[in-house]
């Protein structure tokens, strides 16, 4: 059980797991242009978007000081954050090392999404954070509710398609998303960093162990339905593990791979806003990922599946689907143990065009969003693919 916690924290973020400072109660009291945005220099508006079934989520609006939001200027972005992350992840390094600043110079109208269950996000018409039927969610309701009806917002505000840009989980998001007509007419281009759609050849050894426990099985039977890596409980069990019982310096390598480029320096103000909270029933559908190797709906058995799908399996993610003549690049590492290059490729023989692809032998599963020289390694490119696209719109 322990093993599980801590390993679940790491898996897709940064984690206490690699200081000896461990997480903080605290967590951001403002909103995340008054934390992070202002103080860089730069505007920032805060958005609202209600999903269809309640869901109250927060958009953050980011422009350079050279602009100003009343005016028209470049296609908006959205960028979409990975698990037990939120938007304030393009935004944690300098201005000159953090994606969504960088946009902003080069004259984009950024957006910043931020799902469910997130600090920013939370919130609901009707249910409390503390009802289970809050944290009855996981990736594919992100992807059919969350980014479907912030994409839909910031198409109507912005009277122009998109941009999109996902990380991790927020890749996930976006293949499923795309898949539906409606969602895919909206989005000019997508750039995706670590794409994931396909997970059985996650090498992580710890992920390996939990995933063969089948540990996410045990914490749904203690009741469990959030993951809250700032309550109380789990902070003390972070910092006892990490106290004598295990070497957290390495770990977070042990679990995204060995991050070249990544700032540990900056460990302790990072968890001033990372981790953020998820639901179990979403860990436990990435957990069904790895066990099946598919791109499917959520798994509730036999009988919930024939009510629920009105089949016996849940109906998988038709990567097909995604249109031919959407443009695509994206950005994968060797040293990913997550975004397993094998999975990686399975992803592009199953789409119908062939992305533009930038793979970096050296680089892991958190240098995409925090690497200190991601602007030269990564960045350039995907804003050269979008201006590429640019060119050949009627903007």
């Avoid at 109208?109 to 920013?120: K, L, S």
């Avoid at 809250?228 to 995204?256: A, P, Q, W, Y």
């Avoid at 070249?260 to 029933?281: G, Q």
């Amino acid at each position: 059980m322990k093993l599980f916690l801590v390993s679940v924290l790491t898996a897709f973020t940064i984690s206490s797991a690699v200081t000896q400072s461990h997480i903080r109660r605290g967590s951001p009291v403002n909103s995340l242009c008054a934390d992070l945005v202002h103080p860089a220099g730069y505007s920032c508006t805060e958005h609202t978007v209600q999903t269809k079934d309640g869901y109250i989520l927060a958009l953050q609006r980011v422009a350079s000081p050279a602009q100003n939001l009343t005016f028209q200027y470049d296609p908006p972005v959205l960028l979409q954050h990975g698990l037990f992350m939120a938007g304030d992840v393009w935004f944690l390094d300098s201005p000159k090392e953090s994606l969504g600043f960088i946009l902003a110079d080069h004259g984009f109208d950024v957006w910043v999404g931020n799902v469910r269950g997130t600090r920013y996000s939370y919130g609901h018409v009707t249910l409390s954070v503390t009802d289970k039927e809050y944290w009855d969610w996981s990736w594919q309701d992100l992807a059919m509710y969350d980014l479907a009806e912030m994409v839909q917002y910031i198409y109507s505000v912005a009277n122009s398609k998109i941009f999109l840009v996902g990380h991790s989980q927020g890749t996930i998001m976006s293949f499923a998303a795309l898949t539906q007509p409606r969602v895919a007419e909206m989005v000019k281009a997508a750039a995706l960093l670590c794409p994931i759609s396909y997970l059985d050849h996650v090498s992580a050894p710890l992920v390996e162990r939990m995933v063969f426990m089948h540990l996410d099985q045990m914490v749904v039977a203690l009741g469990l339905h959030q993951i809250n890596f700032r309550s109380d409980t789990l902070v003390k069990l972070v910092d006892l593990l990490c106290e004598g019982h295990m070497d957290c310096t390495d770990f977070l390598s042990s679990i995204t791979g060995n991050n070249c480029c990544f700032n540990a320096s900056r460990i302790e103000y990072y968890l001033d806003y990372e981790p953020h909270p998820s639901s179990v029933k979403n860990l436990r559908h990435l957990f069904q990922m790895i066990r099946k190797g598919s791109f499917a709906q959520y798994d509730y058995g036999f009988l919930k599946n024939l009510l629920t799908y009105g089949t016996s399996k849940p109906p998988e993610f038709e990567l097909s689907l995604v249109p031919a003549a959407l443009p695509m690049w994206m950005g994968y590492g060797g040293n990913d143990l997550l975004a397993d290059v094998t999975d990686v490729k399975r992803t592009l023989a199953k789409l119908p065009s062939r992305p533009e692809l930038l793979y970096l032998e050296n680089y892991g599963h958190i240098d995409f969003v925090l690497s200190t020289s991601a602007k030269e390694d990564v960045y350039k490119h995907m804003i050269q693919f979008f201006w590429e696209c640019r060119k050949f719109s009627s903007w």
